[in-house]
């Protein structure tokens, strides 16, 4: 195998489990992503399975994605219903359906729940008309898990339509192993699961993904062009995550997500703008 950097040797795919020797990374020699061999894969390492199962399944990574499975497995459920324009995927286009909110009058036990209940955009004004009326607690955790997941949905087909989009991902991971190689990470350890620090949460997942599609989504309104992006760009994707989170860890798996996103994308997904 050739050394990290050597674009005619290093193959993303094949370096899980294999100790690699830490080269200085020169700008002009990213490490390319091979698109192609997504049967190749190995299940990602640290993916919680909270986020997996909000998808319906566990077997992201397994080389062969089926729908359901989260978050760069959600390529093959959203391959009918994607839009073909890059931003509008990548600005939400994907709007959850406004739903029914059960209320009760806890005086008298009263409950309306269903299509008689009133909408969530409405609530507010719903219960000025109704006095001694309320959401009902138990109601109120299920909308916010719901929305949650909601949030986590669309922020994995965002993230699968930058995966897809090669010329803004590929500057996107450009970029990120820039910065990686700025602050002297060593981008062999980012496929490696043993150096990641510390247990992330499904939301700092999704957050992450945000951050990324957010930062691709100026790359591209920018014509593509780095020089565009303002230079304390990945401090803001480090902020957006968490504010307790290292910016180093944070790359860290900003690229391992990267990358894999990108050589799992499908040919039949990939945009061409």
């Given amino acids: 195998m050739g050394r990290l950097g050597d674009p005619a040797h290093t193959d993303i795919a094949g370096m899980e489990g ?21 049967d190749s894969l190995p299940p990602h390492p640290f993916l919680p399975a909270s986020l997996m199962n909000a998808f319906g399944g566990s077997s992201f990574g397994t080389g062969k994605p089926s729908p359901g499975t989260s978050p760069l497995g959600f390529f093959a459920s959203i391959s009918t219903s994607m839009p073909t324009s890059f931003p509008l995927t990548m600005m939400g286009s994907l709007v959850a359906d406004d739903e029914h909110v059960t209320v009760w009058e806890p005086t008298t036990g009263k409950t309306v729940a269903g299509n008689a209940a009133p909408y969530r955009r409405n609530l507010s004004s719903w219960l000025s008309t109704h006095p001694g009326w309320e959401e009902k607690a138990d109601e109120l955790k299920s909308t916010k898990r719901r929305s949650a997941a909601r949030r986590a949905r669309v922020a994995a087909a965002s993230f699968a339509a ?9 500057l996107l991971h450009q970029d990120l192993q820039n910065r990686m190689k700025n602050l002297g990470i060593c981008v062999a350890d980012a496929l490696d699961d043993a150096y990641l620090n510390g247990e992330w949460s499904t939301d700092d997942y999704v957050r992450l993904e945000e951050g990324l599609v957010k930062l691709a989504h100026e790359i591209y309104l920018g014509g593509n062009d780095l020089g565009v992006l303002r230079d304390n760009r990945w401090q803001t994707v480090t902020a957006t995550v968490g504010s ?30």
């Avoid at 830490?22 to 091979?34: A, N, T």
């Fill in 18 to 38: 294999e100790r690699v020797k830490c080269e200085p990374l020169q700008r002009s020699d990213p490490v390319p992503i091979k698109r192609s061999r997504s």
């Fill in 162 to 170: 930058l995966c897809a989009h090669e010329q803004v991902s590929t």
């Fill in 244 to 273: 307790d989170k290292a910016e180093d860890d944070v790359l860290t798996r900003a690229f391992s997500l990267l990358s894999r996103g990108m050589a799992s994308a499908p040919a039949s997904m990939k945009l061409i703008t």
